[in-house]
């Protein structure tokens, strides 16, 4: 299936429990813990997917961008395998990417300023963002990779005044945006990761007219070898 | 070849008569001829002689707030409705929408499980986009639709406990596409392009022209 454009999105909505599989209507916020990374694909919080995900033999993913709500402290990690991302100078663990630098929605809010009487998570502020995931993540054939979000501060007002309301819970988010590369452009993914050249769509394209160049240029000398051979 | 555009809103008539209603709310719905919003009079197709390019793909945002408690509903968050005025705010501003694309039968957006899943977040591929909602999706590399291949647009939204039932108001939940639709020798020349493993684009169609006219010692 040659090499698409995928993305994930994650909430902490559910219509029942918890969790649920894929997503319902009208679900609800629940409460997630503090401090504590929660998987986005099989965390047991908000959407879940049925299985971690992993790339198979004939799979390679590169993840170019993710995100995480901007409030209660909310961040995201990439963890593969069993190795996070994202680490302290001193090679000790953190959080990950944090939800300010890199905003979902684009433009959303910084801080929730609840009011008795309005929905607002809304200062005026419309947060950009700080961060672009440059050089991309890479996801080698046969690796499991997940995304953590965790955030700092509860997200249920009764254990957080600042939320500002009582009896309320804040919805958050995170986001992921991959490109998954499947059968022949795998291989020639890999290929560009032995030659050391970045894997995108378009060094992909280059590989592919780089082979069929040679195809051609070794048939015509082929051809004209036969062609002087005849003579 | 042509820059080609297709908006639809859940609220207008045409062709399909109806609007859309929260009844709908939970199932994709195709914007071409789902039977609800504006429709075109059949789906989306290439000709043996067309090559279709799909470009960008957008869909009313959402924004993530706070539920029930002190916060009513009835309100609004960014320009999103918050609820009804009977109940407490749902936690979620807007449609919770999501876009997927269908080559004849198959989703073009998949879960990490390789299950086909809604699509591309409103809140990651806004419209109409605004300082308060931007974009941190694109869609590269572009979808192509090859000749004589049927596509679709669908639009799933969820959240229905923002707005009154009945129909939708316009503005409400819209769609956008934007595609580039090959003609005649240029989708023979995409075809081409495709063939060496070059991106289809404007840019490079008339690249491939003009190596043809170089070629022919003109």
Do not use: H
Request: some cysteine.
């Amino acid at each position: 299936m040659s090499m698409r454009s995928q993305v994930y999105e994650w909430a902490n909505l559910s219509t029942s429990g918890n969790f649920m599989l894929r997503r319902g209507l009208n679900a609800t916020a629940v409460a997630v813990p503090v401090d504590r990374e929660i998987s986005v694909f099989t965390g047991q919080y908000g959407n879940n997917i049925t299985k971690p995900a992993e790339t198979t033999a004939t799979q390679f993913v590169v993840i170019e961008d993710l995100a995480a709500s901007a409030y209660v402290g909310g961040a995201v990690q990439v963890v593969i395998n069993t190795t996070s991302y994202f680490q302290n100078p001193d090679v000790t663990q953190q959080a990950g990417v944090p939800g300010t630098a890199s905003p979902y929605p684009r433009g959303s809010s910084d801080t929730v300023t609840g009011t008795a009487t309005a929905s607002n998570v809304d200062n005026g502020v419309q947060l950009l963002n700080a961060f672009e995931l440059t050089p991309d993540v890479y996801v080698l054939p046969g690796q499991v990779w997940d995304m953590r979000y965790s955030q700092s501060l509860s997200n249920v007002s009764a254990d957080n005044g600042a939320l500002g309301v009582t009896g309320s819970t804040l919805a958050v988010a995170a986001f992921v945006k991959y490109t998954l590369y499947d059968g022949p452009d795998a291989l020639i993914a890999n290929k560009l990761l032995e030659l050391g050249v970045t894997v995108n769509p378009n060094n992909v394209d280059w590989y592919k007219r780089t082979l069929i160049e040679q195809q051609s240029a070794a048939a015509s000398a082929a051809a004209a070898a036969a062609a002087g051979g005849a003579q | 070849m042509r820059s080609q555009v297709y908006e639809w809103d859940a609220a207008r008539t045409n062709v399909s008569g109806t609007e859309m209603t929260t009844t709908q709310f939970g199932s994709a719905l195709s914007i071409f001829v789902g039977g609800f919003g504006n429709n075109i009079t059949k789906p989306a197709e290439t000709t043996a002689t067309q090559f279709c390019v799909i470009e960008d793909i957008a869909v009313t945002p959402s924004a993530f707030t706070m539920n029930a408690g002190d916060i009513a509903g009835g309100s609004s968050y960014r320009g999103l409705p918050t609820g009804p005025t009977t109940q407490d705010s749902t936690g979620i501003a807007g449609p919770r929408a999501y876009v997927q694309i269908r080559i004849n039968t198959t989703d073009y957006f998949l879960d990490p499980d390789n299950v086909g899943n809604d699509g591309v977040p409103g809140t990651a591929s806004p419209y109409p986009r605004s300082v308060n909602f931007q974009p941190c999706f694109n869609l590269y590399p572009d979808v192509y639709v090859l000749p004589g291949q049927t596509w679709d647009v669908r639009v799933t939204a969820y959240q229905s406990n923002n707005y009154t039932a009945g129909d939708l108001s316009a503005g409400d939940l819209q769609c956008f596409v934007k595609y580039t639709l090959y003609d005649g020798p240029d989708a023979l020349i995409a075809n081409k392009l495709l063939e060496m493993g070059i991106s289809v684009n404007p840019g490079n169609v008339d690249w491939y022209k003009r190596t043809l006219i170089q070629s022919q010692g003109m």
